[in-house]
T-cell receptor, first 112, second 108 residues
Framework: DVKVTQSSRYLVKRTGEKVFLECVQD?????MFWYRQDPGLGLRLIYFSYDVKMKEKGDIPEGYSVSREKKERFSLILESASTNQTSMYLC???????????FGEGSRLTVL | RKEVEQDPGPFNVPEGATVAFNCTYSNSASQSFFWYRQDCRKEPKLLMSVYSSGNEDGRFTAQLNRASQYISLLIRDSKLSDSATYLC?????????FGDGTTLTVKP
C-alpha cells in the first residue's frame, strides 16, 4: 500500500523560530510537492521537486525553502516562522508528471 | 482570476438526489484533470480521472470539455457517505493546480 508520511501532525511554534516539516514517501516517486491549505483559499503550491537536489518554486514560495537530499524525503523549512504561516501543510508525491497525487495526512502548524 | 474555478457551494441535497459540480480552467496547456475528495480534517484522495470521452465509476460520472475548458462531476443516487468536499484539479507538466473545492452535504 502506498504511503506518504509527514513527521508531525500538530506543531505549535513561536514567531521567529525555525521550523522543519519532514515528508517521506515509500513509492519511489520522482515528484514531490508541498502545499498549504487555508479556509477560503484552497490548496496552494509552495514548492515542488522533480528529482534529488532539484527544486522549483510553486505559487507561494515566499518565506519557505525546501530540501531534497534523498529521493524519498522532501523537507519544508520555515527559516523564521510568522503568524501568517499558521496553516495546514500537505506533502504529496506523484509518479511521472500527469498522474495521481498521493498525500500525507497533513501537518497543522500554529505560529504564536 | 484563479487558474481553476469551481462552483462555490455548499450543496445540500437529500439522499437519492443527483448533484452536479462544475469546474472551469484557464490554462489551455493543462494536460490531465482529476476530481479529488476530501473529508473533514483529512487529506485529499483521488476520486477519479477525467477524460474527454467521459468516464464513469458506479454512481460517479466525470466529463472534460477541452473546447470550453470545462470539467464536470455528476453524482447519482447520493448517499450520506458522499458528504465531503470535492476538489477539481488540472495538471500541467507535473504541476497540479486545485480549485477551492465544493462542499456537499447529503441529508437523510
Amino acid at each position: 500500500d502506498v504511503k506518504v508520511t509527514q513527521s508531525s501532525r500538530y506543531l505549535v511554534k513561536r514567531t521567529g523560530e525555525k521550523v522543519f516539516l519532514e515528508c517521506v514517501q515509500d513509492m519511489d516517486h520522482e515528484n514531490m510537492f508541498w502545499y498549504r491549505q487555508d479556509p477560503g483559499l484552497g490548496l496552494r503550491l509552495i514548492y515542488f521537486s522533480y528529482d534529488v537536489k532539484m527544486k522549483e518554486k510553486g505559487d507561494i514560495p515566499e518565506g519557505y525553502s525546501v530540501s531534497r537530499e534523498k529521493k524519498e524525503r522532501f523537507s519544508l523549512i520555515l527559516e523564521s516562522a510568522s503568524t501568517n504561516q499558521t496553516s495546514m501543510y500537505l506533502c504529496a508525491s506523484m509518479l511521472g508528471q500527469g498522474g495521481e497525487l498521493f498525500f500525507g495526512e497533513g501537518s497543522r502548524l500554529t505560529v504564536l | 482570476r484563479k487558474e481553476v474555478e469551481q462552483d462555490p457551494g455548499p450543496f445540500n441535497v437529500p439522499e437519492g438526489a443527483t448533484v452536479a459540480f462544475n469546474c472551469t480552467y484557464s490554462n489551455s496547456a493543462s494536460q490531465s484533470f482529476f476530481w479529488y475528495r476530501q473529508d473533514c480534517r483529512k487529506e485529499p484522495k483521488l476520486l477519479m480521472s477525467v477524460y474527454s470521452s467521459g468516464n464513469e465509476d458506479g454512481r460517479f460520472t466525470a466529463q472534460l470539455n477541452r473546447a470550453s475548458q470545462y470539467i464536470s462531476l455528476l453524482i447519482r443516487d447520493s448517499k450520506l457517505s458522499d458528504s465531503a468536499t470535492y476538489l477539481c484539479v488540472g495538471t500541467n507538466a507535473g504541476k497540479s493546480t486545485f480549485g477551492d473545492g465544493t462542499t456537499l452535504t447529503v441529508k437523510p
